[in-house]
């Protein structure tokens, strides 16, 4: 498998947000290297809802101080039977329990319950809407900003890595805004609320409780120390062990004709075996802590009870703030955990921000020209080159010193080795990359002076990988001309010989093409992308390698269909098969950016030269 594709692996594995080991305890995620310039732009996308995140939080406040007040008021309860107990055991005439006291402490602890959880789905109903608003407009500005990209960012990138930032960065984002916001404002009061209410109770305790408070920090982060390499050690190992099985079983046909099942087998038991190392070392380690946190909490526990109890026969307490107390104690801990993993996950969040954001400041495209309109009436189709340079580096020149003319009709054929420039050469044309120097001109106007879209108007391509989406074989011919009659794509798709394999389907032109249009071969992608051209009708027409993935008879009927779409119009044809353009008005001949030899298919052989030698490489089994 390419490094691409380990790459594209490895990004789906860290772009999926921060990972948790058990207990709570966060494996490592990625921060951002501009994190306060990052978090305000984020903070801009939710400026426009700013009124719903103060409702929020308002909500958030009020739900989780009814859930604080409810240990204080239960404990009243509590009280109240103690008394009650220790008057019958004490032999008062009259004692009784006041059921009558409790069961209005319990209708208060009802009502609290019910409000907090109101207040709670009313927290996350507006979130969600607050959240998925501000990912939409997210959405929005990437997908436009990806259209005004030019063609050297895709170049330049692997796909896994552009579709990581706009799928997964985007959802660790909604995550983040749907579930973390909250439950940061939630665990910032819940701490906030425990340590007043404990204050209330009994400052002693609570200075009891604060103390076990720095050893189960340093427990925590002693040991998630030492777990996090393991962690990591285990995501990498798990980004090996996919590449490898998914290289085995796309390759799946090569590995068995060359005899490599146990070389296979044998990397997978190596790789599986690290994997099991470190993710046993990793939630064996991160799992000791909480039962270390347990025994510091016990600690803390007996010496609460301990102290409670003495301050409870004094009189100092009632027996219902002991309970509370030690019901608050044992939620102490909780939200200081939640607000720490919350912090790594915000970290994680930005740094997925921070990636959408570099997408969103890359440099764009240029959308217009001078705007010089193109009237469609006009076209004749005459390309000129004039002493044109390019380099995808600005010190390296690809292209140098090109000049040539494709009159109207006539078909310019480009042939040469592969890294010559024939591709870069419609590139070029196309106005995906700009020239360094020099003129490119379509009926005597330079192409700088027209907008792309109206340069791209007047041009048809068929390239070499045959791109098909996901719907019917008709919408995809149909693709080529929005507004194509059914007898127009009819006939585009009986001139691309389409037609005789499609009716022998079951469901004919309905067929419904995968997400990878593998449930067709590969010529019959090809023959169906170039129905498509033909259904364009353009009045420049490009072929870069149209027929490189059609076997011979049915090229000969290509040939034939796309002898009548040339008439009449401009080609460029890019060809290896050097059968494919022996009618060729004018070849070019190109080698290292330069042309190096001109003319018809008779003229070159003549010469004898470089066109000559590749010609009878390919035909007479001479060396070129």
């Known amino acids: 498998m390419s490094e691409r594709d380990n790459n594209m ?175 940061l404002i939630t665990s910032i009061v819940t701490l906030s609320g425990i340590i007043i209410m404990m204050l209330t109770i009994s ?179 005459e390309v000129h080159f004039k002493h044109v340079d390019f380099g995808y580096k600005k010190d390296v020149k690809l292209i140098e010193d090109m000049s040539f003319t494709a009159k109207s009709g006539q078909t310019v054929a480009i042939v040469g080795p592969t890294g010559a420039g024939k591709t870069t050469l419609v590139n070029l044309l196309l106005r995906f990359y700009e020239i360094d120097d020099g003129r490119i001109t379509v009926d005597g106007i330079d192409i700088r002076d027209l907008t792309r879209e109206g340069l791209r108007s007047l041009f048809g391509m068929v390239l070499q990988d045959a791109w098909l989406f996901k719907g019917s074989i008709w919408d995809n011919i149909a693709y080529g001309k929005t507004d194509a009659t059914d007898k127009e794509i009819l006939k585009a798709a009986e001139m691309a010989h389409v037609d005789h394999f499609v009716r022998m389907l079951p469901e004919g032109y309905q067929t419904e093409l995968n997400e990878e249009a593998n449930n067709i071969s590969q010529g019959q992608k090809q023959l169906i992308t170039i129905a498509r051209a033909i259904l364009a009708d353009p009045f420049i027409l490009i072929l870069d390698e149209a027929t490189s993935n059609v076997d011979t008879r049915t090229e000969i009927y290509i040939q034939k269909a796309m002898s009548e779409l040339m008439k009449g119009r401009t080609n460029f044809v890019i060809a290896h098969r050097l059968s494919t353009i022996r009618k060729a008005d004018i070849i070019l001949v190109m080698n290292e950016g330069k042309i190096i030899e001109k003319g018809n298919h008779e003229v070159l052989m003549e010469k004898g030269g470089f066109y000559s030698d590749l010609y009878n490489s390919q035909f007479l089994g001479k060396p070129a």
């Open 9 to 183: 692996n490895r990004n789906s594995l860290r772009d999926r947000g921060p990972g948790r080991g058990p207990h709570g305890i966060s494996m490592p995620v990625e921060k951002a290297k501009n994190f306060k310039g990052t978090l305000k732009r984020l903070i801009k996308y939710l400026m426009p809802m700013r009124m719903r995140l103060i409702i929020v939080g308002g909500l958030a406040m009020f739900s989780t101080v009814f859930n604080i007040l409810s240990p204080k008021v239960m404990g009243k309860a509590t009280t109240k039977l103690f008394e009650g107990l220790m008057m019958k055991l004490q032999g008062i005439p009259d004692a009784a329990i006041d059921f009558d006291y409790i069961a209005g402490i319990l209708m208060i602890l009802t009502v609290l319950y019910i409000v907090s959880a109101l207040f709670s789905y009313g927290t996350q109903y507006i979130m969600a809407g607050v959240a998925q608003k501000t990912v939409f407009d997210m959405r929005k500005d990437i997908s436009e900003k990806l259209h005004r990209l030019p063609l050297k960012y895709f170049d330049s990138r692997t796909h896994g890595e552009i579709l990581s930032r706009v799928t997964n960065d985007i959802d660790n984002i909604s995550n983040t805004l749907q579930q973390s916001i909250t439950q």
């Open 203 to 381: 400052p002693v305790m609570t200075l009891i409780t604060l103390i076990t408070l720095p050893l189960s920090i340093f427990i925590t982060k002693g040991i998630a120390k030492k777990s996090q390499k393991y962690f990591k050690m285990q995501q990498k190992m798990i980004g090996e062990l996919n590449g490898h099985v998914e290289e085995m079983y796309t390759g799946h046909k090569v590995v068995k004709a060359f005899g490599y099942e146990e070389k296979s087998l044998a990397a997978f038991q190596r790789l599986n075996d690290k994997l099991y190392n470190a993710g046993w070392k990793a939630q064996f380690v991160s799992g000791i802590i909480m039962p270390l946190m347990t025994f510091v909490s016990n600690i803390g526990y007996v010496f609460v009870s301990v102290v409670g109890g003495i301050f409870v026969t004094r009189r100092v307490i009632e027996i219902g703030d002991i309970q509370a107390f030690i019901q608050y104690s044992r939620q102490f801990s909780h939200p200081i955990v939640q607000t720490a993993n919350i912090v790594n996950i915000i970290q994680s969040t930005v740094a997925s921000a921070e990636r959408v954001f570099e997408v969103l400041d890359e440099e764009e495209e240029e959308v217009k020209g001078n705007e010089i309109p193109v009237q469609l009436e006009k076209i004749r189709g």
